[in-house]
């Protein structure tokens, strides 16, 4: 199993207490890259990131920072010198926002002695239906074109990527290049349960559109054994089928 495939791979520790995350995470010895949500993070607090990274491990701290520019800057600031390597925040925060917490993100790394993390902006969470968004949020643009224009926003302000949904990945390819991160759920390997996510594409897929890494949950994490399911995700991007 390459490198590379692994890296790509960010397996989500949902649904999970501390103990029996961490024990997970130890299970599976090629695994690189994890992803810590609010339910960990709550249940857990910051400890949880510095125990995932004494294994070895690269932390995604899915957080989605949304406040003002002075408090946004300071969770960034925690939490890069926590050693999250990726950050999420919310790109609605606002271009004053999201330049402050880049820059607080880089400076709390730099004072820890760790390398600068990179802030993915949110741009509409995918459980808005563009009905619903339009009527609830009073936004009169289209969400197929709002998506594109926090996006936008999120590059202006300097952060590193976006996270989106695998349909969204080629669009926002085509206006970020490389080396702007793009981090999509909503994948599943050929065959597996889509459970509640609708619009999903295998790892290849999504590699091939443009995604930066994957975000898998329950593939991998509620698999009979989830060592052979990360195992058989990084053997689908390496044949890229
Ligand atoms: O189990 P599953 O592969 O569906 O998990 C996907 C992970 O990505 C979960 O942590 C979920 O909260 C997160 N996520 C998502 N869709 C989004 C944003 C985040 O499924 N639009």
């Not at 695994?31 to 995932?52: H, T």
């Not at 996006?151 to 080396?179: F, I, N, W």
């Not at 599943?188 to 559109?209: F, N, Y």
């Given at each position: ?32 890259w ?28 899915d ?71 339009a ?107």
């Amino acid at each position: 199993m390459s490198a590379t495939a692994a890296d790509r791979i960010i397996v989500a520790l949902d649904g999970m207490g501390p103990e029996q995350a961490l024990t997970f995470a130890g299970s599976l010895p090629a695994l690189r890259w994890v992803k810590v949500g609010l339910e960990l993070f709550v249940a857990a607090g910051p400890v949880v990131v510095q125990q995932l990274r004494q294994q070895g491990l690269r932390v995604f701290l899915d957080l989605k920072f949304h406040d003002i520019p002075a408090t946004m800057a300071g969770a960034c600031r925690s939490a890069a010198a926590l050693g999250a390597d990726l950050i999420t925040v919310h790109a609605a925060a606002g271009s004053e926002a999201l330049a402050a917490a880049q820059g607080a993100a880089a400076a709390g790394a730099a004072a820890a002695g760790l390398p600068a993390p990179t802030l993915l902006a949110v741009t509409v969470l995918t459980s808005w239906e563009a009905g619903r968004f339009a009527r609830e949020l009073a936004i009169q643009e289209p969400l197929a074109s709002y998506v594109p224009q926090l996006a936008q926003l999120a590059a202006t302000a300097g952060l590193g990527g976006c996270v989106c949904s695998p349909l969204e990945v080629a669009g926002l390819r085509g206006a970020h290049p490389h080396p702007f991160a793009l981090v999509t759920p909503g994948i599943r390997p050929a065959g597996a349960a889509t459970g509640d996510q609708q619009r999903v594409m295998t790892p290849a897929m999504a590699i091939a559109a443009g995604a930066s890494q994957l975000v898998i949950g329950r593939p991998i994490t509620a698999a009979s054994d989830p060592a052979a399911a990360f195992a058989a995700c990084c053997a689908e991007l390496e044949a890229g089928c």
